[in-house]
């Protein structure tokens, strides 16, 4: 693959990713109740490791390969904590 194309699609890749960053703060800051902030906050765990997926992709540098496994288990430590502990938000 030409290099200048693989550039150009990891570009668009991280344009994406920057775009869904802001929606997914937008959702996390003004969400409705605490189970949409969690549900934002898992979203943006999940795209904060597709993200260093992409930085890998671009560098060829796996030492962030590491930092991407710390995100997923704190990610599903958060969610799963949350889930066991939420009580409603009326209450």
């Known amino acids: 693959m030409d290099s200048t ?3 150009a699609i990891l570009m668009v890749a991280a344009a994406l990713f920057c ?3 802001l929606l997914t703060s937008w ?3 003004a969400g ?3 189970l949409d ?3 934002g906050l898992d979203g943006l765990v999940a795209m904060m ?3 260093l997926a992409v930085y890998i ?3 060829l540098d796996t030492t962030v390969s590491n930092a991407m496994l710390v995100i997923a288990l704190l990610g599903f430590i958060s969610s799963v904590s949350v889930a066991r502990f ?3 938000d009326g209450s």
Do not use: G
Request: aromatic share 12%; charged share 20%.
């Open 37 to 39: 902030r969690v549900v």
């Open 57 to 59: 992709c671009w560098t």
């Open 5 to 7: 194309i693989y550039q």
């Open 32 to 34: 409705p109740n605490s």
């Open 49 to 51: 490791q597709c993200t």
């Open 19 to 21: 775009a869904s960053f």
């Open 27 to 29: 959702r996390i800051l």
């Open 86 to 88: 939420r009580k409603r």
